[in-house]
């Protein structure tokens, strides 16, 4: 990977299901020592969605939300 100083690479963990299932994916998939992490909620498609509070958390922390 090249280095672009002033770039910051993050990985937008992506899926939709439960809380659990989402978890799951993003522990499975994180690459925090590489990107900054990032995590997305969908309105529809998630179940039981996160509110703000729960994604503050996660751990990795998660650098990038976006709800869609």
């Known amino acids: 990977m090249k ?3 002033r770039l910051a ?3 937008h ?8 299932q989402k978890l799951a ?4 998939v994180e690459r925090s020592d590489k990107f900054h992490m ?5 309105y529809d498609e998630d ?6 509070h729960g994604v503050l958390r996660i ?7 976006s709800y869609q």
């Open 3 to 5: 280095n672009r100083p």
């Open 9 to 11: 690479m993050v990985q």
């Open 13 to 20: 963990v992506d899926g939709f299901g439960t809380r659990s």
């Open 25 to 28: 994916t993003y522990r499975t």
């Open 38 to 42: 990032g995590f997305k909620l969908f």
């Open 47 to 52: 179940t039981d969605i996160f509110k703000p």
């Open 59 to 65: 751990r990795p922390r998660a650098d990038f939300v």
